[in-house]
């Protein structure tokens, strides 16, 4: 399947997971750009900086198998199967981003948003029914497994 039928299957959880790696550079970016602002958001942006690498290897399953990672840290990924367990954890990743508001409005803000916006990809997923289906572009779907 290419990725323009991946994207015509209207299934959400593939637009969920592209919306993730979208999370993955723009909390990168932000994450770092937001480091020089007042005391009170740096927290935040190390918070944001630290969920660039936890959504790359949720989104990109292919990486659990090619990068050496702990055997806890590989569990914590693996919890996260369904679209109800994805979709509950990107909408705590964005809660805290929105908290951030609280200590000044910054760019953050565009990370919580698209955090939110991959988490109601994911809601919309499960309430639909549909299973999670991982992108093939991603590595998901069979291309883990031929590496092994």
Known sequence: MTLAEEFKSRNFSIYAQW???VCIFLCFALGISNIFNPPLVIPFSIVCLIYAPVILFLEVPLLLRI???SPKFDAF?????TNYLRAALYLGMS???WVSIWAKATSLIAAAIVLLFAAIF???AGVKGQAFQGSKTLG???VAQ???
């Not at 990924?77 to 199967?81: L, P, Q, V």
């Open 122 to 124: 994911y809601g919309l």
């Open 140 to 142: 998901g779907q069979g």
């Open 146 to 148: 031929m590496i092994i």
């Open 95 to 97: 809660v805290i981003q």
């Open 19 to 21: 919306t993730g790696v």
């Open 67 to 69: 990068c050496p990672t």
């Open 77 to 81: 990924i693996r919890k996260f199967e």
